[in-house]
């Protein structure tokens, strides 16, 4: 969670205790005014505390829930299909419920519990100030806390505020006994609180120890007690740090080297400083520089007079005679995958290998305000030269990460991110930290005015390189034309625009197949799955439109669906306009076919069964899915509840041998196998047992019911065994019975109908079928990037002829293509929700990519191009891994880079539907301004 910083002034926020309000929506209201106060003093410290994602969203519903059952978001509900369901009031939640974010349990000591990894703000928890949680604990108990503090990054002029909810965790190794404990500390705490941790739970006198930086095992240099901090010292989430009795008084001396037997970047011992010193170049602070000229002293990575004995450039010149360089794999520090794959594809890139193996020292800019002051340029043109020098030895990139959390604060932490928005942070970065315009002129712009597109474009582009002259201009940048036209003047506005990569979308994918579960609210039928398809930005009134119409729904019925989770119905879908991105692939949906004018009375029936076999009475656990039925009457009784859940559970019943009930025709549908069912089962009745009949689906008659039933208004609440002269007193508009599964029940219904019911239906014969997705041209991305679109409502334009904002159609056209070229495929789908992965295949050329007939320039330049670098994503989202392919040149040769492991691969197998953001040179030939001869490029 990021924040800027408010200037407003910060009043007391009042705590206290009291009773709960008496509404949902005063609960809300005393929230929201105490979450807007702690928005107003944000500062080092502040505390927060997470809590799950799941429990609030329940909370949230509560309190949010609309008094008006006829309105959905303040618009009459209707449909042709179904008969909307009136909005129900939401369930008072239970107690707060922390279990499913923690790792090691709800049980354990507050000290010991740590959150789940890679968990994600908004899907998994939530983060609310102090005061919101004491509020929250008072009303519903509960826990555990998870207490979190805030920390401030970046300069005083750009200070943000996050709070650190992964505190850094530190393998701390005793050399003496090998005893291995772990401790958590701030990223921000300082060297002196390290010492201060261990030397308490050690029982150790602080003059007496020395602590190491232990990564991988290998001592790299001693941890001075000083201000410092951890986050300045390079120490990474789950390291080792070695602790050592001092038996001289004096510091270890250190090694001078990493692990890979390079020359280590070292971290300065003194508290004073906290620099990175780059194979002899220049010393950078975290901040500012300390000096604007380069040491260029033998050896020196900048100094062009080494020897083949040197670490910096000399070893990658040795490497060179004896090993081709560019196979070294890259350590995963904590899911940095997306991190290893950009960087793969950027040091594989040939102009920038060129580049930074030379001595760039003149193109550092320190002074830049919208650079790192040279750092970024320095610590990646190091670990360039290191993995083009290292042969097949694998780099972890330390210092890199370091200092790429340092100047982007949004890639710290060790969540899974996005390598294209890597990628973007990196070209930006090194182009400001290398550009060659240390003062930026002032320059006006001028209008188009119709003048020719040549003209405009060069003018353009003139006045880019006079602000912005890099390498990673010269190679990486483009120019594009974009068009605007006012639709209600027609005011035409030109303009010529650099860009850096394009990012495609992929036109076919704009439906998503979704498998729904239908359950029969009547008990008139077997549950039965549908895959169905809808737009990716429809509404859940769209979803159940469809839905109706593949299970043929009747005029007299309507549709409710349903999130199911741990075997109770966790939220009902009532507002038809909900978008349907807020529902996860990983979700269970149901729907319930609902007879309409039933009554208002919900009644739910959750399926319990005994834990295992041999456990005493009383201990059950739920399974299956809830079944779910409206009420006519307003006033029940034990009989009432019987004969609903006996008309629900009657088309599970068993008339014959469990064999018998699963017989059908082979591939069949479940309908098939159902009617052939009840054939078989008549036949075997009539020459067997005459007293045996097959029972119809909801026929309750000369049936009594063999289940015992409980009542309960929640999970935390006791069970109240219902009996059939009771008369059932509830609140709200729901029941939630329980149905306790014996042995003998198992015998008498079949209960796999609830269970598994892909596997079940995959016995009958069934299988739900997915559309597969066509695939898509590389070409057709890019003619529908190019097509012409409005511009949506909130990103219009100012007309300057109406002197009003416009819905302008915008036009895009490319004017000039790089050396290199990066194409982005637009995978990840974004909402308030979620995100949403893409996996269609695009098929993309490998060799000869002709782009000439999409270039609007006619400056004799060729534009075909050929691939040399991926970066792939497989699998879903959160639980996703980031790869890369890369082709070396001088093999002409591709390799498959997965984080520390690299290994050849056939040209033919780079082609995947994980392809996520791609890398082209231009190749062949092109004019020479005024002659006739052709140069390579």
Not at 381 to 402: C, D, V, Y
Not at 691 to 718: H, I, W
Request: net charge negative.
């Amino acid at each position: 969670m990021t924040m800027i910083a408010d200037s407003g002034d910060c009043s007391m926020i009042e705590k206290g205790g009291g009773e709960s309000p008496s509404t949902p929506q005063q609960e809300k209201q005393i929230v929201d005014e105490l979450m807007h106060e702690s928005e107003r003093c944000l500062k080092d410290g502040n505390l927060y505390y997470v809590i799950s994602y799941r429990w609030f969203a329940t909370w949230e519903r509560y309190v949010s829930q609309d008094n008006d059952s006829n309105m959905v978001d303040g618009e009459p509900s209707n449909s042709q299909y179904f008969d909307v369901v009136p909005l129900s009031t939401a369930d008072r939640p239970g107690p707060i419920d922390n279990s499913d974010i923690v790792q090691n349990g709800s049980n354990s000591e507050a000290d010991d519990l740590e959150l789940s990894k890679t968990l994600l703000e908004r899907r998994d928890y939530v983060l609310v100030p102090q005061q919101v949680w004491d509020k929250l604990l008072q009303w519903y108990k509960g826990g555990p806390a998870l207490p979190r503090k805030m920390i401030s990054e970046g300069g005083s002029n750009k200070k943000q505020f996050r709070v650190e909810v992964y505190p850094l965790q530190l393998k701390v190794i005793d050399s003496q006994d090998h005893m291995e404990f772990t401790i958590r500390l701030s990223k921000k705490a300082s060297l002196h609180q390290l010492y201060e941790k261990v030397c308490a739970i050690r029982g150790t006198e602080r003059e007496k120890i020395i602590i190491w930086d232990y990564f991988n095992k290998q001592k790299h240099s001693s941890l001075v007690e000083s201000n410092s901090t951890l986050e300045e010292s390079n120490l990474q989430m789950d390291q080792e740090v070695l602790l050592e009795l001092r038996d001289d008084g004096l510091y270890p001396s250190q090694s001078g080297k990493d692990s890979t037997g390079n020359e280590l970047a070292l971290v300065a011992l003194e508290p004073a400083r906290t620099s990175l010193s780059i194979a002899g170049g220049p010393t950078l602070s975290n901040g500012h520089s300390s000096n604007n000229s380069l040491n260029l002293r033998p050896g020196s990575a900048f100094n062009p007079g080494f020897s083949d004995a040197d670490d910096g450039f000399g070893a990658h010149n040795a490497a060179r005679k004896s090993e081709k360089g560019g196979l070294a794999g890259l350590q995963n520090m904590g899911n940095t995958c997306f991190m290893n794959s950009a960087l793969q594809c950027l040091v594989h890139t040939p102009p920038l290998v060129e580049y930074f193996l030379q001595d760039y020292s003149d193109e550092i800019n320190t002074q830049n305000p919208l650079g790192m002051h040279g750092e970024l340029a320095l610590v990646f043109g190091e670990l360039l030269r290191k993995l083009w020098s290292s042969g097949r030895t694998t780099i972890a990139p330390r210092q890199f990460k370091g200092k790429l959390a340092l100047f982007a604060p949004q890639f710290s932490g060790y969540n899974q991110h996005d390598s294209q928005e890597l990628l973007a942070f990196l070209l930006d970065g090194l182009h400001e930290d290398l550009n060659r315009v240390k003062q930026k002129p002032y320059i006006e712009l001028k209008d188009w005015g119709g003048r020719p597109d040549e003209e405009v474009a060069d003018e353009c582009w003139r006045n880019h390189k006079a602000r912005n002259d890099s390498v990673i201009v010269d190679v990486c940048q483009g120019q594009y034309k974009s068009t605007l036209v006012c639709p209600v003047c027609s005011k035409i506005s030109i303009t010529f625009d650099p860009f850096m990569y394009l990012s495609l979308p992929l036109p076919s994918t704009v439906t998503r197949s979704m498998t729904i579960t239908v359950f029969y609210g009547d008990g008139t039928g077997l549950p039965m799955p549908y895959t169905v398809s809808v737009l990716k930005n429809g509404l859940v009134r769209d979803l159940i439109q469809s839905l109706a119409s593949v299970c043929c729904l009747e005029r007299d019925e309507s549709l409710l669906l349903a999130e199911v989770y741990e075997h109770r119905i966790y939220r009902l879908f009532e507002n038809l306009y909900e978008q349907v991105v807020s529902i996860k692939d990983e979700e269970y949906i149901v729907a319930y076919r609902l007879k309409k004018e039933t009554g208002k009375l919900k009644l739910e029936i959750v399926h319990q069964e005994k834990s295992t076999p041999d456990i005493l009475k009383g201990s059950w656990k739920d399974f299956g899915t809830p079944l779910l039925t409206y009420l006519e009457d307003d006033l029940l009784s034990g009989v009432d509840i019987e004969l609903a859940v006996s008309r629900l559970l009657s088309p599970l019943r068993r008339t014959c041998s469990v064999g018998v009930v699963h017989h059908g025709k082979e591939n069949g549908l479940v309908s098939e196998a159902i009617g052939e069912t009840s054939n078989s089962c008549n036949d075997q009745s009539e020459q067997e047992d005459e007293a045996m009949e097959c029972v119809k689906p909801g026929d309750t008659s000369n049936e009594e019911l063999l289940f015992q039933l409980f009542l309960s208004d929640d999970r935390y609440s006791a069970h109240k065994r219902i009996l059939k002269n009771s008369v059932i007193k509830f609140g709200g508009n729901r029941i939630k019975v329980f149905l306790e599964w014996t042995e003998n029940e198992k015998k008498t219904y079949d209960s796999s109908y609830l269970k598994d019911l892909p596997v079940v239906y995959h016995k009958a014969g069934f299988t739900a079928k997915k559309t597969r997705q066509e695939a898509v041209s590389l070409y057709s991305c890019l003619e529908a990037f190019l097509t012409e679109e409005p511009l949506g409502p909130d990103d219009m334009w100012y007309c300057p002829g109406c002197k009003e904002h416009r819905q302008a159609t915008k036009k895009l056209d490319l004017w000039t293509l790089p050396q290199i070229l990066v194409f982005h495929l637009k995978r990840f789908s974004y909402s308030r929700y979620l995100k949403n992965k893409l996996e269609t295949f695009v098929d993309f050329p490998i060799q000869n990519l002709d782009l000439s007939k999409f270039v609007e320039s006619k400056d004799g330049r060729s534009y075909v191009y050929e691939l040399y670098a991926i970066s792939n994503h497989y699998g879903g989202l959160g639980g996703g891994h980031y790869t890369a392919f890369a082709k070396l040149m001088d093999e002409n040769r591709w390799y498959n880079f997965d984080d520390s492991r690299v290994a050849p691969v056939n040209e033919a197998d780079i082609k995947t539907s994980a392809a996520y953001v791609l890398f082209y040179r231009r190749v062949g030939t092109e004019k020479k301004a005024g002659q006739g001869e052709t140069s390579q490029c």
